[in-house]
Structure formats: structure tokens, C-alpha cells
């Protein structure tokens, strides 16, 4: 007799029956070991096989576009980073991944290596039930050491999620801003040297993605070769049925979250914010309760005040 394995509201491979489930499923074992890798370390390469042509068109058409190393949203630009947001290998990867309909919100377009700073995705883009949400990076040409690969740190993503509050910082005081990131750039690298986890380089080959986790600490290396360019795309996915917010800009402690109303690009539509299947009509932004929260706030502060006159 199989012993059950609780539903919860997370992703299986985050939940504690994670192995009992995976041994129960119908998996085949070639994508159960997929999976069981994704658990532990974080990450997944796959091949998109997608068209060679659709990478090379992709860096013809978005070349005169770039006014810095990255470009967000290049899918209002052509269609073809789209099909890259869209892959059925991605979509159908990630739905076995997560056991939720993905869909994608937003697409970075580099030209050059990022040399980006270590960082988790999650502390810009997250969700309840946590850890929803998961990038792909896809590589529009071959990458190696040179030319600023991404890094990442296999097994980082089973840390405790840290938001701002737990670095010291309250978020909703720098809305729209990110003077307090460097603050959170500086735990992330002391965080890796007391964890002692080790850092692998991605070396790819065109066509190749990476899936990671929300919470998988990773960043970009520095470009060794002078004038190489890095040519690739990360598109971030979150999954029907959450609430979607940025702890950068977030207390949820204290009833302030900085709420996301994302657009489906595949669809072009709005998916709204949902909670254990009730749906929260809201707006980018502060939270309506948070309005509400700051709006009583100041009228006890302007009693306050006349009260001390």
C-alpha cells in the first residue's frame, strides 16, 4: 500500500514529500532524473531545439535597439523573442517542474555579458505560495569563459528565502528605487562565504537553456575577451494561482507589499493576483490595504499634530 503524499501548496520539489511523490509519479525515469537534479541543485540545462535562424534574427533585428548591455521586453520589438518566451520544450519542462501553468511576464535581451553581481531572482520577483516563480536563460550564440557567462551556485535555492527585512532594510521606504540593492548585494556574497557553496560557470552552446530556481543565487562573469559579445535572452515565469509582489520594495510584516499584476506575454493579458483560489483585483504597485494602512496612518498623524498645537 503506497503511503500518501500530502497535496501542499508549493511546488513538489519543494514539499517534504517530495521523494515519496516523485518514486509514486508517472514519470519516466530519464525525466525523473531531470527533476530530482532540478530539487537538488537548483538548475536544469535542456536543449530548446529551436531554429538556429530564429537566434541569429533575433540578434540582427534587436542590434540597433540597444541604447545599454541589456534590453527588457524585446518582445514588443518582433515576435521571435516571443517564441523564445514560448518554446513548448520550456513551457512543458516547467510544467513538470512546477506542476502549475507557467507563463512568461518579462524578457532581458543581452548583447554583452551582464558581469552582474550574485543575486536571487526572488528578492525581485516573488510569490505566495512562495517560490512560484523561475528564469530561463537561453544563449543566442556560444558561450564560454570569455566572453561574461552566467555563474550560479548548485544547491544555493534550498537556503531560507532572506527579504530585505531579514538584511536590516525596509523595503516600502524605497519604492521605485534601488539604493538599498547594494546593501543586499553585500549579505548575498557574505552569505556565500559562510555557506561554502561553490560556483559553477555555464558554458553553453547556442540554442541551450537554463532553467533555475526563484531563490538560486547566480550572476554573470566578467568578460575576459575585449569587444565579445554575449548574445542571449532570460525570460522569468511565474505560475497561475499566486500572489505576485517584489520583496525589494516590500514589508509584508507590516501590511506593505509592492504588488505585480503581470502581463501574460503569450496571451497579452493581465493574470491577476490570486489567493488559495479567491482573485485579488488590485493594480501595480503598493497593495490597496497598504493604501488604505498608510492613509489611516496619516490621519492619526495629523490629529497628532493639531491635538499638540
Known amino acids: 500500500m503506497n503511503q500518501e503524499v500530502y497535496p501542499m501548496n508549493l511546488p513538489w520539489i519543494d514539499s517534504p514529500f517530495f521523494e515519496l511523490d516523485l518514486e509514486q509519479s508517472n514519470l519516466d525515469e530519464t525525466t525523473k532524473a531531470q527533476v530530482r537534479h532540478f530539487a537538488e541543485k537548483g538548475y536544469l540545462i535542456l536543449d530548446t531545439d529551436l531554429p538556429e535562424s530564429t537566434f541569429d534574427r533575433i540578434i540582427e533585428l534587436l542590434q540597433p535597439h540597444y541604447t545599454s548591455p541589456r534590453l527588457q521586453d524585446a518582445w514588443n520589438i518582433t515576435p521571435l523573442v516571443k517564441d523564445i518566451a514560448g518554446c513548448p520544450k520550456i513551457l512543458d519542462m516547467l510544467r513538470i517542474l512546477y506542476r502549475r501553468e507557467p507563463f512568461p511576464f518579462q524578457t532581458l535581451n543581452f548583447r554583452v555579458g551582464s558581469q552582474q553581481k550574485t543575486h536571487s531572482d526572488a528578492i525581485h520577483f516573488h510569490s505566495i505560495p512562495e517560490r512560484f516563480m523561475c528564469g530561463v536563460w537561453v544563449a543566442l550564440e556560444d558561450i564560454d569563459e570569455t566572453n561574461g557567462p552566467l555563474h550560479y551556485y548548485p544547491g544555493s535555492q534550498k537556503l531560507p ?75 522569468h515565469y511565474y505560475f497561475n494561482d499566486c500572489i505576485y509582489y517584489s520583496p525589494i520594495w516590500s514589508d509584508v510584516a507590516i501590511d506593505k507589499m509592492y504588488m505585480r499584476r503581470p502581463t501574460n506575454i503569450l496571451t497579452g493579458q493581465i493574470v491577476e493576483n490570486r489567493y488559495l483560489g479567491d482573485t485579488l483585483v488590485g493594480r501595480t504597485g503598493l497593495s490597496p490595504f497598504t493604501d488604505y494602512k498608510n492613509s489611516i496612518e496619516g490621519l492619526v498623524r495629523n490629529i497628532k499634530r493639531k491635538l499638540n498645537r
Open 161 to 235: 528565502y532572506y527579504d530585505m527585512a531579514d538584511v536590516g532594510l525596509q523595503g516600502s521606504k524605497d519604492v521605485n528605487q534601488y539604493d538599498q540593492y547594494l546593501e543586499y548585494e553585500k549579505f548575498i556574497h557574505k552569505l556565500i562565504a559562510a555557506t561554502g557553496h561553490k560556483k559553477e560557470v555555464f558554458k553553453v552552446k547556442k540554442g541551450q537553456a537554463l532553467i533555475w530556481a526563484a531563490t538560486l543565487l547566480h550572476g554573470g562573469e566578467p568578460i575576459l575577451r575585449e569587444g565579445a559579445s554575449r548574445h542571449s535572452q532570460v525570460t
